[in-house]
């Protein structure tokens, strides 16, 4: 059965940092894109980063670039959201997803299987 599971959420004062982790089981996670979205009270869920299966390469959204690192450890078949310098504006709801595509997307529509999600609460 595939899944994947987020952890690492939590309470961080503005200007911390925190580390989510994204664990596969069923399938291999470096075969997919993945992505990590958030979704804030009453808004759409957004595209964050993602890592392509074709090279590795990682793409981050304007809000989170210069702050936020995408890794894989195919070994563990996990991946990790390294969240630094967190704004109260990174207060969501962050969700891991897989793509059965080689290239990233930030579209909600294009991926296939969601994981359960992680609340994030960036606040002093």
């Known amino acids: 059965q595939v899944q994947i599971v987020e952890s690492g959420g939590g309470l961080v004062q503005p200007g911390g940092s925190l580390r989510l982790s994204c664990q596969a089981s069923?399938?291999?996670?470096?075969?997919?894109?993945i992505g990590w979205f958030r979704q804030a009270p009453g808004k759409e869920r957004e595209g964050v980063s993602c890592?392509?299966?074709?090279?590795?390469?990682?793409y981050y959204s304007d809000s989170v670039k210069g702050r936020f690192t995408f890794t894989r450890d195919n070994a563990e078949n996990t991946v990790y959201l390294q969240m630094n310098s967190m704004k109260p504006e990174d207060t969501a709801v962050y969700y891991c997803?897989?793509?059965?595509?080689?290239?990233?997307?930030?579209?909600?529509?294009?991926?296939?299987?969601w994981g359960q999600g992680t609340q994030v609460t960036v606040s002093s």
């Open positions: 997803a897989i793509r059965d595509d080689p290239d990233c997307s930030d579209a909600v529509e294009d991926y296939d299987t």
């Open positions: 069923g399938f291999a996670l470096d075969y997919y894109v």
């Open positions: 890592i392509s299966s074709s090279d590795g390469s990682t």
